[in-house]
């Protein structure tokens, strides 16, 4: 194959798209029981967050006021569009820095082509739309590493800093705390309907507003100390995220289907059976912690869409709700709601 072959669709070269190439939580939980990290009893003070409980990013503290924070987040396009497909995957990094509430400092560019079958100037425009969304956040790509890979790849290593006493890990929720969510559930199955050309352009356009939608609230949100936990959802969906959660604080989430922001024609098209092959390996992983009385397929498929850049996830105090709500309205995310609670045992309950 060569360059004279490329059809334009940078979809058609990889086996999935977006944050949905993820490998499946249990699988990866499989995986890590062999890492020598999991078995280490001398880890330093220092390291405030590491691997333990799938925490958005590494937290290194390096004095009493300054820590650092490192994330990487890499995948194949989602969309067509090599320049839309940059700002996703860099847009998509840099959220794992907003998710700890910390300040992103520079990032370092991962780019994996097949250079004997891109033309060149598609693989300009994909490292352009990354650069143009780090100029958004006020960074610079300071560097990075290529290889000549069978499928496009594309996506970041991104630096950060915080002041240790502002760090939100994803185990800190407490009983009785709100859920609040900052962007509508539904880009896994808007990318699948995508690659099926069953996407309408209206549909195209709310995909591309919202994965490229920057979680900048993350860093005030941080601040406030009745916001008790924050992450972000990403490849293990709405109940692979609140799981985690759940599981490090040693509680149960409790959320209403219906308080729940979703895409309308996400919602359309998963009740027509179009969803990834990710949800279904998602709810396969953990799909024995989710209570309800009655829940549809298509449901399941939603709660365990992959968002590619998708929203905050947040646990605050009820009565900081409001303040919450109000912060993220006034930085553009009209779509946050309180979808439900934490309360005392374990597990996600969904109450239909």
Not at 112 to 132: C, F, H, R, W, Y
């Amino acid at each position: 194959m060569n360059a004279s072959t490329y059809n334009g669709r940078l979809t058609s070269l990889s086996h999935g798209g977006g944050c949905g190439c993820k490998i499946a939580p249990g699988v990866l939980s499989e995986i890590l029981k062999s890492s020598p990290l999991g078995n280490l009893r001398n880890i330093p003070a220092a390291l405030l967050a590491g691997s333990d409980n799938n925490e958005d990013a590494a937290v290194y503290q390096i004095n009493e006021h300054q820590a650092i924070v490192a994330t990487t987040d890499f995948f194949m396009p989602i969309v067509d569009d090599p320049f839309q497909f940059g700002r996703i995957a860099a847009t998509n990094a840099i959220s794992d820095i907003y998710a700890m509430g910390a300040q992103p400092l520079f990032a370092l560019a991962l780019l994996g082509m097949p250079v004997n079958v891109l033309p060149l100037d598609v693989i300009q425009k994909i490292t352009a739309g990354g650069e143009s969304v780090c100029t958004e956040a006020g960074i610079m790509v300071a560097g990075g590493h290529s290889i000549d890979s069978v499928e496009p790849i594309y996506g970041l290593v991104v630096i950060g800093i915080i002041d240790p006493k502002n760090l939100k890990r994803n185990t800190g929720s407490q009983v009785g705390d709100s859920i609040i969510l900052s962007k509508p559930l539904g880009v896994g199955i808007l990318s699948a309907a995508l690659k099926k050309e069953l996407l309408s352009e209206r549909g195209y356009q709310e995909m591309l507003a919202l994965t490229t939608q920057l979680n900048r609230p993350g860093q005030a949100l941080a601040q406030m100390p009745t916001v008790h936990a924050l992450t972000d959802v990403t490849g293990f969906g709405l109940a692979g995220h609140l799981l985690e959660m759940a599981r490090g604080a040693k509680l149960q989430a409790r959320i209403d289907w219906s308080s729940l922001p979703i895409v309308p024609e996400a919602l359309e098209l998963v009740q027509q059976d179009i969803f990834t092959g990710a949800s279904t390996r998602n709810w396969a992983s953990y799909g024995n912690e989710v209570q309800s009385t009655s829940l549809e397929p298509w449901q399941r498929h939603l709660l365990s869409d992959p968002q590619t850049s998708g929203g905050l996830l947040m646990a605050c105090a009820p009565d900081a709700e409001g303040e919450v709500l109000e912060l993220l309205s006034k930085s553009g995310f009209s779509a946050a709601k309180k979808i439900g609670s934490f309360t005392a045992g374990s597990g996600l309950l969904v109450n239909t």
